[in-house]
């Protein structure tokens, strides 16, 4: 993965500590800075609505949430950024327990007039990111994940690291449970943090029927059909990352391909 020293080749890096290219582990520091009125407008109304929002009242009680921003998905110095976040964010993992690490998500918001208001826009915009990301991680993928996204163990992989990656739009109307406030949203993890929270058991697959049940009655729209479980040989886990707002079929094919074997 790229290194500070390398990005400052494709132009000046201001690395402080109210800079968009900060990681914030400190939700506090945060919130000093945007008080202090160091960030863009756009970054405050994003964190704004998303502590509002069912998942950051409830994700943030726990403590575990480190925030990134983004201008843009588009731009190759963006995109690079957004590569040394997340390599950032890996490194904060190692520091931690098994269950610790499990349960530390990195929130990263898109500054939303970088992209266009449609849905699909929003998911390409993420799926090109991570092709890009992909391409330009110098780790060999992780061992023992598929590389083919039509396997039902493939996840993207980063770092050596396989990852969840869920993708929240303001776009979304009816699944309300991806719309996380004002700003594009990329919920970044570790994907094992699912096979704790809700391992492939008798007890685990109960934790995922209640998960569910919860998230259509807050929406009140049925299940997206085509939502699966990791190991299940029907479940293309690629599916997971972003929904559409009904319940329409998905492309047959992943918009992600591996170039490395």
């Not at 110098?138 to 163990?153: K, M, N």
């Not at 993708?167 to 094992?192: C, D, F, K, V, Y």
Request: proline share 9%.
């Amino acid at each position: 993965m790229l290194n500070a020293a390398e990005l400052d080749e494709q132009g000046p890096v201001l690395v402080t500590p109210a800079s968009e290219t900060t990681l914030w582990t400190r939700p506090e520091e945060l919130e000093a800075a945007l008080a202090g009125q160091f960030l863009p407008d756009w970054a405050a109304e994003a964190y704004g609505t998303f502590k509002a929002s069912t998942f950051g009242i409830v994700a943030q009680q726990r403590g575990t949430l480190l925030y990134a921003f983004a201008p843009s998905l588009e731009e190759r110095t963006d995109r690079l950024r957004v590569q040394l976040l997340i390599g950032e964010y890996l490194r904060h993992l190692k520091a931690l327990t098994r269950e610790e690490a499990a349960f530390a998500l990195m929130v990263l918001f898109v500054d939303p007039r970088s992209l266009p208001p449609e849905l699909e826009a929003h998911h390409q915009a993420v799926w090109d990111l991570l092709q890009f990301l992909h391409e330009e991680d110098d780790f060999p993928w992780a061992p023992g994940v598929p590389t083919d996204p039509d396997h039902p163990l493939w996840s993207f992989c980063l770092g050596e690291s396989p990852l969840f990656v869920n993708i929240s739009s303001p776009a979304h109307r009816q699944r309300q449970s991806r719309n996380l406030g004002s700003a594009l949203t990329l919920i970044i993890q570790l994907r094992e943090g699912f096979d704790l929270v809700a391992p492939d058991t008798p007890t685990g697959r109960r934790v995922r029927e209640t998960i569910r049940n919860r998230i259509e009655s807050f929406d009140g729209t049925p299940t997206y059909p085509e939502l699966g479980y990791y190991q299940d040989p029907r479940n293309r886990e690629w599916k997971q990352y972003g929904i559409p707002d009904g319940n329409q079929s998905r492309p047959a094919r992943c918009p992600f391909h591996t170039r490395k074997e």
